[in-house]
């Protein structure tokens, strides 16, 4: 049965605005400036639409750009395990704390979920059956390496061997200071000014900028009537349970209402200063189209028809199963209407404009991987001269064979970058996501991995560029082209 949202009708013809491909030089370019990254210019080419290009020459190993993002979320799952800031997702509190909060978590039954697979999903089967087609995914390439060097992915080979509660609660409370651990100090956290328990942050800076672009209507905190909490919680859990880009997409349509409002409050404060009074501060589409202006500038195809169908559906099943994709992304938006309702804003509850959201996160979104300072001190304590480690490992033993292999575990998630997403693919990439010592928050870092001319496209791998041609293509059909890059074009004949 067809689902029709009446939203969609009823603004068909703004939203067909709001969809359709927006390259505003001067956006990116103004990104390239605050981003200190003046090496690339965003182009378009008439072939694979924008692309980023080298706007001087860069040699291997060098910084191409460092990319700070516009949507993040950490993997539900992986909450369980690390303990980082909700805005920059830096590692927050002290070692004792993350690892007595991880034995506590533990010790209560809580699961964590520490699959290779860190692209868009919670851990819930159906969403890990039906992300096909996110870059983050295939970013494995780049990323994995991260992973391998951080110890994520680490399977749980190594016996736990529990510690009493009361040892795990001290930890946690720091009662119990372990060796050395000053060394890793991370920032104290600083609670969410409308008072969640979700919302932890490492600076004051960081929770004041997550309440003004996003969390000040995601907070489940105190202030918020008892219906929208609920239906905000009902939001959040059936995300964490499906598909957490869902989370994302709501961010992307609560910041656009927020923005919306800041648009139209200066326009108050105009017209109450202007003489004449032709300034309307009704909900114009104007306004609403310059909230929306970051998001337009992202590649988007709506999830339904973007998804790649997985191996076990059959291709005659195929209506079937986009419907209930559609379903499913009608049925999370539904609650998140219930929850952040805004009547100027009402075309932003569309289902084409949310089909569209997260289909533009599933193509463009990148890994986050934030490497933990857990890890960084075990290994330090590993590596002391021997007698000092000696007498160190009496103390950090027992922590270290409670946690098991989960020690290493790195902040896990997925977030979208506005520049890095306009970078197209090739098997023959001449740049890398690659994080560096020093990329200790959810920036992305895009590294040259030989010389790249001015003016030559930069590209980067969406895919493992060494599995065999068959297996690329059929990687890439999931973002919906074909690769015709030279090592393709020399492959297939
Ligand atoms: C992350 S976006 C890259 C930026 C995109 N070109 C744009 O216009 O915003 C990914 C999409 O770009 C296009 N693309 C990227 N690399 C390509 C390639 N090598 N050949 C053809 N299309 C490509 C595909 O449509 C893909 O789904």
Not at 112 to 130: K, L
Not at 157 to 162: A, C, G, Q, S
Not at 291 to 305: E, N, T, V
Request: aromatic share 8%.
């Amino acid at each position: 049965m067809e689902i029709i949202c009446p939203i969609d009708a009823k603004y068909s013809d703004q939203i067909a605005r709001f969809l359709a491909p927006s390259d505003r030089q001067e956006y990116f370019e103004q990104l390239i400036a605050t981003r200190k990254c003046t090496g690339i210019k965003v182009k378009h080419d008439s072939d694979h639409g924008k692309g980023v290009y080298a706007d001087s020459e860069f040699q291997e190993g060098d910084l191409v750009l460092k990319d700070q993002m516009l949507f993040g979320v950490q993997h539900s799952s992986n909450k369980i395990d690390c303990f980082v800031c909700g805005f920059c997702y830096r590692f927050i509190s002290s070692i004792e704390h993350q690892i007595g909060r991880k034995l506590y978590l533990q010790n209560l039954g809580v699961s964590t979920n520490h699959e290779c697979d860190q692209g868009t999903t919670s851990s819930s089967a159906v969403a890990n059956d039906w992300n096909g087609s996110d870059l983050s995914d295939d970013e494995a390439n780049s990323d994995t390496v991260d992973c391998q060097n951080f110890g994520e992915c680490a399977s749980s080979n190594t016996v736990k061997i529990p510690l009493p509660m009361e040892v795990v609660l001290s930890l946690m409370h720091e009662e119990l200071v372990l060796p050395y651990s000053e060394k890793f100090s991370q920032p104290s956290v600083i609670p969410c000014r409308g008072g969640c328990n979700e919302g932890c942050y490492c600076s004051k800076l960081c929770m004041e900028a997550d309440w003004e672009m996003f969390h000040s209507l995601l907070c489940t905190g105190t202030e918020l009537k008892s219906r929208r909490k609920e239906a905000l919680l009902a939001f959040i859990e059936h995300a964490n349970e499906t598909n957490d880009i869902f989370l994302l997409a709501g961010k992307a349509i609560v910041s656009t209402i927020l923005n919306y409002r800041k648009l139209k409050a200066a326009k108050l404060k105009q017209k109450e200063k202007s003489v004449c009074s032709e300034v309307s501060v009704d909900c114009d589409c104007h306004m609403l189209l310059e909230a929306w202006k970051p998001i337009s500038m992202g590649f988007k195809r709506r999830w339904w028809d973007c998804i790649a169908l997985p191996d076990d559906v059959d291709s005659c099943d195929e209506a079937a199963f986009r419907m209930q994709i559609k379903q499913l992304a009608y049925t999370s938006l539904k609650l998140l209407k219930e929850a952040i309702f805004d009547k100027e804003c009402e075309l932003l509850f569309s289902l084409d404009i949310y089909g569209s959201l997260i289909g533009m996160f599933e193509l463009n979104n990148l890994d986050l991987v934030v490497a933990s300072p857990v890890e960084d001190y075990f290994l330090y304590i590993n590596e002391l001269p021997e007698s000092e480690k000696k007498k160190a490992e009496q103390v950090t033993k027992p922590f270290l064979n409670a946690l098991g292999d989960d020690y290493s575990v790195c902040c896990q998630g997925t977030a979208f970058f506005p520049l890095q997403s306009c970078m197209n693919h090739s098997c023959l990439p001449n740049a890398k996501a690659f994080k560096r010592e020093e990329d200790r928050d959810g920036q992305a870092t895009i590294i040259a991995v030989r010389t790249i001319r001015k003016g030559e496209e930069i590209t980067i791998s969406y895919i493992d560029e060494d599995l065999p041609f068959e297996e690329r293509q059929a990687s890439l059909a999931d973002y919906g082209f074909s690769c015709r890059c030279p090592k393709c074009s020399e492959e297939q004949q």
